[in-house]
């Protein structure tokens, strides 16, 4: 629904009409189960816009950058709760950053009734002011991690996995984080990090 509405009409955040695409598509639900998952995608647009974003990595390559927020549905389904164009433009000093949107996203947590969904992210998002954010307001996480930003972490846990299909995790007693970098015979995946509060810990079997 949205690729069609982007393709036919162009949104200003900055409307407040705009604004209500995204809080009618919330509105729908009072909670939002066990996860959300934040991401972005990058709808094809060549139209006249000084919002028009390349991104070779993406599908199009060119277009307008949106970020999202889905949740699951019993179905199996994932469906839309949130939506908001990158609409940085740095002539008219206006920054849009990664800290804004995982805001925006948690505060869809707190205002609901239930505050212990769980927020998923890869490593575009989760940054210092961020993890302090979600800290602060007590909003279980779990994000993959970049390397350029945490990169002691990374690098540590990286040296004490040798060989695929094995892992090594770690937890933070202080922040009550876990880390877990795991090494994927899947050649798509490879070597992941993820860090987060959402982990749960299992008791060992008993033998």
Sequence with gaps: MMKKLMEMYFIDYENEEAKKVSENMKNIFKTFGDMISGDEKLFF???????????????????????????????????????????SNKQAGKVVKCHEIIQEWGEMILDSYQRETMLFMDSYYLQEESRKWLKENGIKYIASIHSGRFGVLVKTMMKKVMKSCSYVQCFN?????????????????????????????KEKRKR
């Excluded at 880390?179 to 798509?188: D, F, G, I, Q």
């Design 45 to 87: 647009y060549t139209g006249m816009s000084g919002y028009v974003r390349k991104v070779i990595t993406k599908p199009g390559s060119i277009g307008l950058w949106m970020y999202q927020a889905c949740v699951p549905l019993k179905c199996g389904k994932p469906c839309l709760v949130y939506t908001r164009m990158h609409d």
């Design 173 to 201: 007693q202080g922040t009550k984080e876990s880390a877990v970098h795991y090494w994927s015979n899947n050649m798509n995946l490879g070597r992941k990090t993820v860090l987060g509060t959402g982990f749960q810990k």
